[in-house]
T-cell receptor, first 114, second 112 residues
């Protein structure tokens, strides 16, 4: 039982390049999330998917797109990377929508945009 | 709407001393409160959570937190700090939607 996995672990991009961050969970969770973590800012929600087939914007969605490929996988795409997107990205999942919303996190992807 | 305020972005204690990390929240619905811990270069993991019932919640690694509705607080404590407790701690509130609202985090340093 791997939990939440993310690939890649590290990535360096040049401004304007594109890339997709991959996330998968094996806990049969319905909801999945993408966060970015920046020093002094805590975690900020980029996008989330409450259930398979749905996606919604979070707090900081500009410059990103997401795809809920199936129940297990939720990818985050940067179409044209900017230095402001240098951050650590975390994927998370939770069992069901609702108030008991404990989330399980992946190990993160460290992205640098030059 | 929910929000979380963590008082103190950095807390430093000596090994064996009391750990107290402060969290205040606001919520328009009965809150569900969480503390997560993030060790260096890792993702977050759940320490403990309050949903309903007993207001003193015990978590992993000897941590506990008390929900005080009158003070809108959910402070995290541990009687005796260990070097392995050095990490960043996040307080979070879940509300009537799918999302958690995270505090900005408190970095705990434990000095030998």
């Amino acid at each position: 039982n791997a939990g939440v996995t993310q690939t890649p672990k590290f990535q360096v991009l040049k401004t304007g390049q594109s890339m997709t961050l991959q996330c998968a969970q094996d806990m049969n969770h319905n909801s999945m999330y993408w966060y970015r973590q920046d020093p002094g800012m805590g975690l900020r929600l980029i996008y989330y998917s409450a259930s398979e087939g749905t996606t919604d914007k979070g707090e900081v969605p500009n410059g990103y797109n997401v795809s809920r490929l199936n129940k297990r996988e939720f990818s985050l795409r940067l179409e044209s990377a900017a230095p402001s997107q240098t951050s650590v990205y975390f994927c998370a999942s939770s069992e069901v929508a609702g108030l008991y919303n404990e989330q399980f996190f992946g190990p993160g992807t460290r992205l640098t945009v030059l | 709407a929910q929000s979380v305020t963590q008082l103190g972005s950095h807390v430093s204690v000596s090994e064996g001393a009391l750990v107290l990390l402060r969290c205040n929240y606001s919520s328009s619905v009965p809150p569900y409160l969480f503390w997560y811990v993030q060790y260096p270069n890792q993702g977050l993991q759940l320490l403990l959570k309050y949903t309903t019932g007993a207001t003193l919640v015990k978590g992993i690694n000897g941590f506990e937190a008390e929900f005080k509705k009158s003070e809108t607080s959910f402070h995290l404590t541990k009687p005796s700090a260990h070097m392995s407790d050095a990490a960043e701690y996040f307080c979070d509130v879940g509300g009537s939607n799918y999302k958690l609202t995270f505090g900005k985090g408190t970095l705990l340093t434990v000095n030998p």
